[in-house]
């Protein structure tokens, strides 16, 4: 493929670096390019461990760096601690990656590694992404991005190189569960994060969680929409222990970044 060719040669360009990485289709592709372009020893995997970064995502990502054969570091971060974060203003994510960001130009230097990368692709540009803001800021570079790779071609290619990521449905920080205004809470986290276990463990492949208060608005693919209500009653149990008092499922189902509408 043309545009994963404009890939390796940005890589190649760049030198080095720490790839801002989450395990997601999107990260986990580009450090695999980065440890085969340049080698194990000029990049450096950094993952964000957070209030609003699910556990599991968190040992799915250690397992992955392990695979890749990258040198792979986890590091604490707080987000609630952030100001401006926890009110989740619109531009809640510009204050998020301002942080992360820096924390990782800091950790560059002290590596001996050129540049900060994270997994941003083309698609990116259509959506409401305060983050990227924060990248440019900090210089931060995006070589999915600059080399015209959509989702699309992403899949595409981690497939093509057996990544198991290249079928992972899309996953965003659980932050993203809120409408904007409504405080971000330690507590209302960790209710998102138990009632989308709960989805998960009934096999369902893409959900959403969205807070409202007392209200758990369900999101899943069109095609398994029948199957909420065919586990209704265990939904309903698992969401009331989380701490919600009623369940709902949207008929509009899954999109990306549905509280922006």
Known sequence: ????????????????????????????????????????????AVTADSET??????????????????THRVI??????????????PDRCYYCKKELFGTLTVIAQEE?????????NYDDLKDHRPGSQAAAELRVRSPLKEAEMTKEDIRKCSKALNLPTWSKPAFACLSSRFPYG?????????????AEDCLRGLGFTQVRVRHHGSVARIEVLPEEREKVLQNADKIQRSFKKAGFKYAALDLMGYRQGSLNE
């Open 76 to 89: 604490h971060t707080s987000e609630l601690a952030i100001e401006n974060f926890s009110s989740n203003p």
């Open 1 to 44: 493929m043309q545009k994963e060719q404009k890939l390796e040669a940005i890589l190649k360009r760049l030198g080095g670096g720490v790839v801002a990485f989450s395990g997601g289709v999107d990260s986990t592709y580009l450090l695999k390019k980065a440890v085969d372009v340049l080698g194990k020893g000029r990049v450096l």
């Open 53 to 70: 970064y699910p556990k599991r995502e968190l040992e799915e990502a250690k397992k992955l760096a392990k695979e890749i054969g990258a």
């Open 182 to 194: 409504e405080e971000i809470t330690e507590g209302k986290l960790k209710q998102v994060a138990a």
């Open 112 to 120: 001996g590694l050129t540049h900060v990368l994270d997994g941003s």
